[in-house]
C-alpha cells in the first residue's frame, strides 16, 4: 500500500497530461480560424488547456519519480484551482439567479428584458466592441435562417430559442400600424435586412444572456462534481507527498535500515593485516 498513492497520482496525471494535448490544439485551431464565433474562445481554452498541462506534468513527475518539490507546486496549484472553481460556482449562481424571460400571451416562445438580468452581465453585453464580437457570432451562425420563412401559425405555435426570439424578430407588442402610439424602442431598430434584424435590440442582447444563464447553470453543476473529484484526487495527492518526503528524508516502510550496506574501501586491506599477525604470532 506503501506506492498506491503515487500510483494512482500518477495515472491520474499522466491521463490529464494527454487530455491536455487536444484542449491547446483547439485552441490554436481556433486561433487561425477566421470565424469570430471560434476565435471568441481561444484564450479561455489556451489558458486551461497549459494549466492542465503544467500542472499534470508537475504532478506525474513529482509522484512517480519522487520529487517532493514538484509535487509541492502540484498540491498548491491544485489547491488554487479548488478554491477558484469554488469561487466561480458561487459567482456563477449569483450573477445568473436573474433572468428566465416573460411568457407571450398565446405564444410558445418567451421574450426577454434586459433589465431582468444582473448588472455584471448586462455590462458585459453593452460594451460595444463585446457585443460586436456577439452579433457577428451569431450572423455567422445562421440562427435566423432556420426561421426565415415561418409563417404566422408557425409563430403562434412553434418555441424559439432565447436569441431567435430576441434577434431574429421584433416584439411582439410592436404595432407598426399605430404609427403616434410608444412602443417599445425595440420596434424602432427592427429592420428587415437579414444583416440587420433586431442584431441592435435590448432583447437580442437579453436573448444572449439568457442562453449565458442557461449554460452558466450547467457548468456550476459541473463544477460542483469537478469540486469533489479534485478534493479526492488532493487528498490522495497529500498521501503521494509525505510518501515521497519519507522516502527522501527518512526510511521508507519495508526497507533494510541498516546505513551502510558495502564496507569502507580499506574493509579487506585491514581485514588481510589481522590475517596475517594472527599467522606470525
Not at 57 to 79: D, E, Q
Not at 138 to 147: N, R, V
Not at 205 to 231: F, P, Q, T
Amino acid at each position: 500500500m506503501y506506492r498506491f498513492s503515487n500510483t494512482v497520482i500518477g495515472f491520474l496525471n499522466l491521463f490529464t497530461l494527454l487530455a491536455s494535448i487536444p484542449i491547446i490544439g483547439a485552441g490554436l485551431w481556433m486561433a487561425k480560424s477566421s470565424t469570430t464565433c471560434e476565435s471568441f474562445l481561444q484564450t479561455p481554452l489556451l489558458v486551461i488547456g497549459f494549466v492542465i498541462l503544467i500542472v499534470s506534468l508537475a504532478g506525474f513527475i513529482g509522484a512517480c519519480f519522487n520529487v517532493a518539490w514538484a509535487l509541492w507546486v502540484y498540491l498548491l496549484v491544485m489547491l488554487f484551482l479548488i478554491g477558484a472553481l469554488m469561487a466561480l460556482t458561487v459567482f456563477g449562481f449569483v450573477v445568473t439567479s436573474q433572468g428566465g424571460g416573460q411568457p407571450v400571451e398565446g405564444r410558445v416562445y418567451r421574450e426577454y428584458h434586459l433589465n431582468d438580468y444582473s448588472p455584471w452581465l448586462r455590462k458585459r453585453v453593452e460594451d460595444p466592441h463585446y457585443w460586436m464580437a456577439i452579433r457577428n457570432c451569431i450572423l455567422s451562425s445562421k440562427t435566423c435562417a432556420s426561421i426565415v420563412m415561418w409563417t404566422p401559425y408557425d409563430y403562434l405555435n412553434r418555441d424559439l430559442t432565447p436569441i431567435q426570439s430576441g434577434c431574429c424578430k421584433p416584439p411582439t407588442s410592436c404595432n407598426y400600424a399605430a404609427t403616434t402610439m410608444a412602443q417599445d424602442p425595440d420596434c424602432y431598430l427592427w429592420n428587415n435586412s437579414p444583416t440587420m434584424l433586431c442584431y441592435q435590440c435590448d432583447s437580442c442582447k437579453a436573448g444572449v444572456l439568457e442562453d449565458v444563464r442557461r449554460d452558466w447553470h450547467k457548468l456550476s453543476v459541473l463544477n460542483i462534481v469537478m469540486v469533489v473529484l479534485l478534493i479526492g484526487i488532493y487528498s490522495i495527492g497529500c498521501c503521494a507527498f509525505q510518501n515521497t518526503q519519507r522516502a527522501e528524508t527518512d526510511y521508507p516502510y519495508g526497507r533494510n535500515r541498516m546505513s551502510k550496506i558495502h564496507p569502507r574501501w580499506d574493509f579487506h586491506w585491514w581485514r588481510w593485516l589481522n590475517e596475517r599477525r594472527r599467522q606470525l604470532y
